[in-house]
């Protein structure tokens, strides 16, 4: 479904050239759940930008269902990135101002619609139907990632992309949230994961980690 060719990113920084991904090449499929380990600063975070058409690769291809989203016309990679990808971030990045139900909206407004029964469907299936008129500041962090999974599959993406999503959370909520993930990828939701925690890893499709720029598979 996305499949990455020798993919490069270079940032210039004051002492020169930084090479974060040096020739990155894998494969996700359809239905999957894909994890990405690696250190500090080993470029997770670039990985998933480039895959998600947040950012432009120095060098290689993604394919998105064989075509190079390099070669996308400008609203073809609008249209990818908001209709094709779903983001999770560490941070969940909710609009503080609305509630619930309107964070979990709020892709498809961007989009012209407004997808309500869906959203309210999400909003129940994440567990937050009695909060779904709360503001992101009367939540959990736990129930706040809810909420961003949630967000994140209003469009029905065909892969969600996570950043670290229980890296705030304490123990017993972090395993709440994996479970929700999981329960979304046993129903052929395509997850790519990147995170540091390795029990969370074991129980995905595959794991690679990141190394000096290059994914290394690990089973
Ligand atoms: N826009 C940028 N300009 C310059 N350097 C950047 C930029 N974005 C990332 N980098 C550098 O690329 C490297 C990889 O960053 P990235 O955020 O991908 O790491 P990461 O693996 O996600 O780390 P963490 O686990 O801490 O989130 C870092 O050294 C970072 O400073
Ligand atoms: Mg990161």
Redesign the pocket.
Known sequence: MLKTTDLRKS???PQGK?D?LRGVNFEIKKGSSVFVL??????????L?LLGGLDHPTGGTIEYEGKNIASLAERELADYRNKKVGFVFQFYHLLPELTVQENVELPSRILGKRNRKRAEDLVKKVGLWERRKHLPSELSGGEQQRVAIARALINGPEIVLC??PTGNLDEETAVSVQELIFEFNREGQTFCI?T?DEDFARKGTQVFR?HEGVLGLIW
Request: hydrophobic share 30%.
């Open positions: 940032f210039k920084g930084l974060i690696g250190r500090s600063g080993s470029g997770k975070s670039t990985l930008h950043d670290e990147v540091h990141l």
